[in-house]
């Protein structure tokens, strides 16, 4: 018998690790070479970087057994890292990947993960207090290293939980958070779900948001549509043609248009 696969996003808010274990490297690529296990693409002329953080892939099996890794098998922030032409950083999630490249195949075939990358990291503990202090203590050597000063937020699915929580551990925060199809009431989505309870609210920020979502979701199933209603430089936006892994290319055009926008006029 098959066993089917539960995407996006469990949450428990847990108890975070005594040590936190190594940090994988952010993806940071100048033009198009890959260095030191990173990958940025940097424009001369924009101190802005558009940093990008994606979904969680398949955590569960059957809502209820661990994955023994945390595949994401269509990621959806990379082809729109791939196709912006800002400085742009690819961030990657403690366990996720490897740490010596990323390529496509690391997306449906991960290489041995290390003795520290237990299932807690992908299940459990995944919008824990260590994952985002790995993902800030990253972000923060990234920005350092090539004198960004300014950024903004991206994150896909359970990325986009994870982009509101670093967002409020950071000490200078964005200039935009923009989450695509985001788990925005993990509560919600794990009873939904039948995922271990889950205890996480996401912070309310006083930064300007835009929360997208897929007109025929089949993960995040739910309106999260009063979050834009509590405050006034919350914003969202119901896209057609799109699901929750699909159809965000079609669109990222225009929405590349209107982050591009927002920036210059900051």
Same mark, same amino acid.
């Given at each position: 018998?098959?066993? %089917?696969?539960?995407?996006?996003?469990?949450?428990?808010?847990?108890?975070?690790?005594?040590?936190?274990?190594?940090?994988? +490297?952010?993806?940071?690529?100048?033009?198009?070479?890959?260095?030191?296990?990173?990958? #940025? @693409? /940097?424009?001369? #002329?924009?101190?802005?970087?558009?940093?990008?953080?994606?979904?969680?892939?398949?955590?569960?099996?059957?809502? @209820?057994?661990?994955?023994? @890794?945390?595949?994401?098998?269509?990621?959806?922030?990379?082809?729109?890292? /791939?196709?912006?032409?800002?400085?742009?950083? $690819?961030?990657?999630?403690?366990?996720?990947?490897?740490?010596?490249?990323?390529?496509?195949?690391?997306?449906?075939?991960?290489?041995?993960? *290390?003795?520290?990358? %237990?299932? &807690?990291?992908?299940?459990?503990?995944? $919008?824990? =207090?260590?994952?985002? @202090?790995?993902?800030?203590?990253?972000?923060? &050597?990234?920005? /350092? =290293?090539?004198? !960004?000063?300014?950024?903004?937020?991206?994150?896909?699915?359970?990325?986009?939980?994870?982009?509101?929580?670093?967002?409020? &551990?950071?000490?200078?925060?964005?200039?935009?958070?923009?989450?695509?199809?985001?788990?925005?009431?993990?509560?919600?989505?794990?009873?939904?779900?039948?995922?271990?309870? #889950?205890?996480?609210?996401? *912070?309310?920020?006083?930064?300007?948001?835009?929360?997208?979502?897929?007109? =025929?979701?089949?993960? !995040? +199933? $739910?309106?999260?549509? &009063?979050?834009?209603?509590? /405050?006034?430089?919350?914003?969202?936006?119901?896209?057609?043609?799109?699901?929750?892994?699909?159809?965000?290319?079609?669109?990222?055009?225009?929405?590349?248009?209107?982050?591009?926008?927002?920036?210059?006029?900051?």
């Amino acid at each position: 018998m098959g066993l %089917t696969l539960v995407a996006c996003a469990p949450t428990t808010h847990t108890t975070p690790y005594a040590k936190t274990p190594p940090i994988p +490297s952010s993806i940071i690529k100048l033009g198009n070479t890959p260095t030191n296990n990173s990958l #940025s @693409r /940097q424009h001369p #002329s924009n101190s802005s970087a558009w940093v990008f953080i994606e979904g969680d892939g398949t955590p569960w099996v059957l809502g @209820r057994w661990p994955a023994q @890794r945390p595949i994401v098998k269509k990621p959806v922030a990379y082809p729109l890292w /791939q196709n912006t032409q800002a400085t742009a950083l $690819y961030l990657k999630r403690p366990c996720y990947f490897d740490n010596t490249s990323l390529k496509p195949s690391d997306f449906s075939s991960v290489k041995t993960l *290390p003795n520290h990358c %237990t299932a &807690n990291w992908w299940t459990t503990d995944i $919008y824990s =207090q260590g994952v985002i @202090r790995a993902l800030k203590a990253e972000l923060e &050597n990234a920005l /350092q =290293q090539h004198a !960004i000063s300014h950024y903004i937020l991206i994150g896909h699915s359970g990325g986009g939980t994870l982009a509101m929580l670093l967002s409020d &551990n950071m000490l200078h925060k964005p200039l935009l958070i923009i989450t695509l199809a985001g788990n925005l009431k993990p509560i919600q989505f794990n009873h939904i779900h039948q995922l271990p309870k #889950s205890t996480l609210t996401l *912070p309310l920020l006083n930064i300007p948001q835009w929360h997208y979502f897929a007109h =025929q979701d089949d993960v !995040i +199933s $739910y309106s999260a549509q &009063n979050i834009c209603h509590i /405050q006034t430089h919350v914003h969202c936006y119901n896209l057609t043609d799109t699901r929750h892994s699909d159809g965000w290319l079609m669109h990222w055009p225009a929405i590349k248009k209107k982050i591009q926008y927002f920036i210059d006029s900051q």
